[in-house]
């Protein structure tokens, strides 16, 4: 049965129409046209991006303004397993119900995140049929505003102040629902993840797990040739073995700190979903020799969007993620520095928000930090790694929608070391 899921979609006042540089007027039930729309339909198109996962337009509306269609109709993407496909469509809800309930609450303080002008979920899903003959005719679509008409843009590492700005902005986010049970009761419907990010066991593969040991032996003898003082350490080769060890015990510790310092986690926190402001003229730029006392932060230069894997989640989660997947790396020897900068500023914001102390300690966010790291690790070295060489890096040098661990090779490597200590420490203390 079809199920045309209201999110409380916010189509376009009729007194302010829309027109399109093709002289279109765009008014109403937005996300129903572009849905009924073949995607080799003419428009008025700035860009197409097409993925495993929806095709993105980019639409000028004025000279000034535009907007963002996200638009996933599953029986015109590639093929993937009915799970992944089950997957797919709660990850629409979940952004859904993102930009509908949560975007408002974080734009009230003061956080930028698109304004949606349309939602909309058709889920023919069937929960006693798990064939996809009913699911594939599923459709998910949205219509928000475009940051970068605005002035924000993409960057390829995010600096030292990027870092902490961005550290600002998700520190907000996270105190504002530190300890908020509810987030519990929304992912038991369905409108969030239990627990946020796409890399948690439950949602990869079996064969990831299975597969991890061969799959980094492999990638050892690729990159011995450039990276041989990295690669012949024990520890780095023994990576994919330890990891796979305590896979299943981090999975576990991972929901148990989960509901201990329960959060709204972004759940795919990396710099190709941020969007950034230039710095004004003549503002302080943080150092890596920059005190922690004198940083100064401005949460308006930073724009957050992708809301499809957020969820319940502890707050390290989003820090870990940014920390070891979206900076340049001169700023990566400061990752201590900056976690504690950011814990500091939870802290501060949790206390004025609640008149009363954060019951989260430095050492356990820390401990919270290395676990969702191991946790990640596990399906960078198993999956996404996988096909990665030095000349992928080279040919991807450039490419603001993939990570830096997939087109830097001292990030690669600063990720590997950094694992390992990880893996060290966490198998230590779960046994």
């Keep these: 049965m079809t199920q045309h899921s209201d999110y409380g979609s916010a189509p376009f006042d009729p007194k302010e129409e829309v027109q399109l540089a093709d002289g279109r007027i765009l008014t109403g039930n937005l996300c129903a046209e572009w849905l009924g729309t073949p995607v ?27 907007l963002v269609v996200k638009r996933c109709v599953l029986k015109e993407l590639p093929a993937r397993s009915v799970e992944k ?16 309930e949560f975007c408002p609450i974080l734009r009230n303080l003061g956080l930028v995140v698109p304004q949606a002008l349309d939602v909309c979920v058709e889920d023919t899903s069937n929960p006693d049929n798990s064939s996809d ?50 987030l519990l009761e929304t992912a038991a419907k369905g409108k969030l993840w239990s627990l946020a990010g796409f890399w948690d066991l439950q949602k990869r593969d079996a064969c990831d797990l299975d597969n991890i040991e061969a799959v980094w ?35 576990e510790e991972m929901k148990r700190i989960t509901k201990e310092h329960l959060t709204l986690a ?13 710095t004004p003229e003549g503002q302080q730029q943080a150092t890596n020799e920059t005190d922690l006392s004198d940083v100064k932060v401005d949460t308006s230069l930073v724009g957050v969007l992708d809301f499809q894997w957020s969820g319940c989640g502890t707050p390290a989660m989003d820090v870990m993620y940014l920390i070891c997947c979206s900076m340049t790396p001169e700023a990566l020897p400061c990752e ?24 989260l300690t430095w050492d356990d966010f820390w401990w ?43 990030n690669v490597l600063w990720l590997i070391n950094r694992a390992v200590r990880a893996v060290e420490l966490v198998e230590k203390k779960l046994g």
């Excluded at 339909?41 to 004025?62: D, P």
């Excluded at 496909?85 to 509908?100: N, P, Q």
């Excluded at 972004?266 to 402001?277: E, Y």
């Design 368 to 410: 919270d930090y290395n676990v969702c790291l191991v946790d990640y690790v596990r399906l960078v070295v198993g999956y996404i790694w996988k096909s990665i060489t030095p000349e992928t890096i080279k040919a991807n040098a450039a490419k603001v929608g993939i990570t830096p661990i997939g087109r830097s090779l001292p």
């Design 266 to 278: 972004h759940g795919d926190f990396k710099c190709s979903n941020l969007f950034f402001k230039e």
């Design 40 to 66: 080799d339909a003419e428009r008025t198109i700035l860009m197409k991006l097409k993925s495993r996962y929806s095709i993105v337009f980019q639409i000028q509306v004025g000279p000034n303004n535009g």
């Design 336 to 359: 201590e520095k900056l976690a504690h900068w950011y814990y500091n500023c939870l802290c501060e914001k949790f206390e004025a928000k609640n008149k009363t102390k954060l019951d």
């Design 85 to 100: 496909w089950h997957h797919g469509v709660h990850s629409y809800h979940v952004e859904a119900t993102f930009l509908h």
């Design 133 to 182: 003959e009913c699911l594939l005719d599923s459709k998910f679509g949205t219509v928000t505003v475009d940051l970068t008409c605005s002035g924000f843009k993409q960057k390829l590492f995010l600096s030292l102040q990027d870092t902490y700005n961005t550290l600002a902005w998700v520190a907000s986010m996270h105190a504002q629902f530190y300890g908020d049970k509810t």
């Design 217 to 251: 032996q492999d990638r050892c003898s690729v990159f011995s040739s450039v990276a041989s003082e990295t690669f012949s350490q024990e520890g780095v080769r023994c990576l994919a073995t330890n990891l796979k060890k305590v896979a299943r015990r981090a999975h």
